[in-house]
Each structure stands twice: as structure tokens, then as C-alpha cells.
């Protein structure tokens, strides 16, 4: 059985970098993503709480903010666990294999986006196409 899920949301807080006791890097954080729909002339939304561990975890602190457009790439796991007063709850969690930019920043802070590798160049190492669309390959 596979379980492979995509998300494209906005970021509802700013996401918080965490260390297990294994000093291994874990961030969780929630998007909200639109409904396909709207109800009553209103766009509905649902919250999803996504895990991302060790460099996404990392990237993710980084570069997002509350606010920002995140497409969420990686699978869905369950756990449970034991409340308070002994009642077993259930939680499912997105757990975040990429991460990439998607739209318009909208957060608060404006935080800097990482530089491309140097394999993508610049855009000095383009021209312009003509603008008669007759001789593309495609």
C-alpha cells in the first residue's frame, strides 16, 4: 500500500524549530487549504497540521512565515496518544518529505528567499524570444 499526499496551502503561524532528545531537527507547523467550493457564496477552508524533520525542518524555519504560500509534498501517518483524563485521541499529520514556494508572500516579514544554485543561472544568461511564435520547436 502507498499513501502519497500534495497540499498547497497558506501557513496559518510562523513555524518553530525543535530538537528531539536525539538532537534531531523537527518543526510542525499548520496550512490552511481551500475547499474546492464555496458554500453560501463563502470559500471554506480546512487546517492540517504537517511534520517536517531534519533539513526540511530547517528550511522550512527559514524561509516561511505566517502567510506564505507552501506546497507540502509527503504522506499521511497517525498516531495516538492518551490525554489527560486517560481518553485515547488520534491525530493525523502530514509529514512533509519537499517543501517549495508557491504564490505571493502575504506574511508579515518579509524574509529573504535562497538564492538558486548556480547551475540555474541568472537571468542575464537569457534573451528574449522573437516574438513570432512560428519558429518554436513546439
Known sequence: MFCRT??????????ELRMT?????????????D???????KRKADFFDVVAWRGTAEFVTQYFSK???ILVDGHLETRTYDDKNGITRYVTELIAERVSFAGENKG??????????????TSADFSECASDSTDLPF
Request: hydrophobic share 30%; proline share 17%.
Open 35 to 41: 475547499r474546492p467550493y464555496k458554500v453560501e457564496d
Open 6 to 15: 500534495t497540499m498547497l496551502g497558506r501557513m496559518v503561524a510562523d513555524p
Open 67 to 69: 502567510g506564505r504560500i
Open 108 to 121: 508579515k516579514s518579509e524574509r529573504p528567499l535562497p538564492e538558486p544554485p548556480p547551475e540555474y543561472g
Open 21 to 33: 532528545p536525539n538532537d534531531v531537527k523537527v518543526c510542525s507547523f499548520r496550512i490552511a487549504v
